[in-house]
């Protein structure tokens, strides 16, 4: 058996220490926010490093930025491979930015190797992954998923201020819904990521193997009730909607956990008004997430937990706001490119482990369009979205080497 094809492990830590700089906070972290100054300037840093290897650069209407290696064969699909350079307000320096550097080694690799490959190379880096202005905003344009709403409808923002940073960035909502790719071009997805987790480490496996993405849904719940004197108003008089927003959290920790164990749900923000020392809350207001790899059990979670915010509201003598803010499904990983990741963990004498994914990622986008699987290396202690974020150097280029024999696997396989 030959020796299987290996990365410039030099090259592809010096590319993470030098994108690590740009948006660096004071605490070790990369502060990155899709669309803004740090993300721009990491988007032109990735063309620049792109364009240096003489490849060809691409950027589509939504920014989505990637670099290719061209077969000479005109007509032939493309193996894709990539993640984000954006990140989370202070977060860390391998979420995301890993993926992409990863990718952009494999081109390199293999050109260097001169290599003539039948198909056409491309690494990818999407746009808002992180969901500053929309989740996996990036490549839900790649695989024609946007509408016009996305652009009306800012998560956690209003459209002018996206509008506004789209300017920046030279985009346009016209163009974004323009920015679809044909599923035929595309042979295959691939994605390395940071585990976020502590599964690798407590197994002590070099690599996870993603079976599948958790399915995600999401909620704005505003419990309402009545403003009143905080201090003259009766403690068994009072329409508190705190109090119901309170209560509603409580019990959805207890029932997540006695009905959906597989399951996980986050009450990630709170906003109240009239919001005074001193007047009884009229409406609190909730952001609510809940996952599950299962799609069914993702519907019953849903159910569930709506079924109890009407319960505490009645108990409460409250009212309730429910506003959708979309449900992600489950996406199972296609078992070709399972197969390839596994068999170059195994040439390169590397442990892998099967696992699902907990955490949202591009490929569950690109799952639907075509051929994807995904794969996770370690985490130091679990770390992830914060500056304490790390992978170690060893399992950074472990990553490079598995990603790059995947795509030769998945290039040479008809059966993909």
């Not at 690590?20 to 990155?32: A, C, L, Y």
């Not at 992180?130 to 344009?141: D, H, K, V």
């Not at 009730?225 to 068994?236: I, K, L, N, Q, W």
Request: with cysteine; hydrophobic share 40%.
């Amino acid at each position: 058996m030959s020796e299987p094809l290996r990365i410039n492990g030099a090259r592809l830590l010096d590319d993470l220490e030098a994108l690590s700089k740009i948006g660096e906070t004071p605490e070790g972290g990369v502060n990155r926010p899709a669309l803004s100054a740090p993300d721009l300037e990491a988007r032109r840093w990735f063309r620049a490093r792109a364009e240096s290897s003489g490849f060809e650069v691409l950027e589509d209407g939504m920014g989505n930025i990637s670099a290719v290696l061209r077969s000479d064969v005109p007509d032939a699909q493309t193996v894709m491979c990539g993640s984000h350079l954006d990140t989370v307000p202070n977060g860390g320096r391998f979420d995301g930015a890993l993926g992409v550097v990863a990718a952009l080694e494999v081109l390199r690799t293999v050109q260097d190797a001169g290599l003539m490959l039948p198909y056409h190379l491309e690494a990818m880096s999407f746009t808002d992954e992180e969901g500053t202005w929309g989740g996996l905003l990036g490549s839900r344009a790649l695989a024609g998923r946007l509408t016009p709403d996305d652009f009306e409808n800012a998560r956690g923002s209003t459209a002018a201020l996206f509008k506004q940073a789209m300017e920046s960035a030279e985009l346009t909502p016209q163009g974004a819904l323009r920015a679809q790719r044909s599923p035929e071009s595309i042979r295959a997805w691939v994605e390395v990521h940071i585990e976020q987790g502590t599964r690798l480490e407590e197994s002590e496996a070099h690599t996870g193997v993603v079976t599948s993405i958790v399915g995600i849904a999401s909620y704005w719940l505003t419990f309402i009730g009545r403003a009143d004197h905080a201090g003259t108003t009766p403690m068994d008089r009072r329409l508190d909607a705190m109090r119901g927003l309170a209560e509603f959290v409580r019990q959805a920790r207890e029932l997540v956990m006695n009905r959906f164990p597989k399951g996980v749900y986050n009450c990630g923000s709170v906003q109240i008004s009239p919001g005074a020392f001193n007047i009884v809350p009229e409406r609190a207001r909730l952001a609510l997430e809940f996952r599950h790899h299962d799609a069914g059990k993702l519907d019953a979670m849903r159910e569930a937990l709506l079924g109890l915010a009407l319960h505490v509201v009645e108990v409460e003598g409250l009212s309730l706001e429910v506003e959708g803010l979309g449900m992600y499904p489950p996406a199972p990983m296609n078992r070709a490119v399972i197969a390839a990741i596994e068999s170059s963990c195994n040439a390169l004498g590397l442990r892998y482990a099967e696992m699902a994914s907990y955490a949202g990622h591009d490929t569950q986008v690109m799952a639907g369009i075509t051929k994807a699987g995904m794969f996770f290396v370690p985490s130091v202690g679990g770390a992830s979205h914060s500056p304490r974020e790390l992978t170690i150097d060893e399992d950074c280029i472990n990553a490079g080497n598995v990603l790059l024999n995947a795509v030769l696997r998945l290039g040479e396989d008809s059966r993909t």
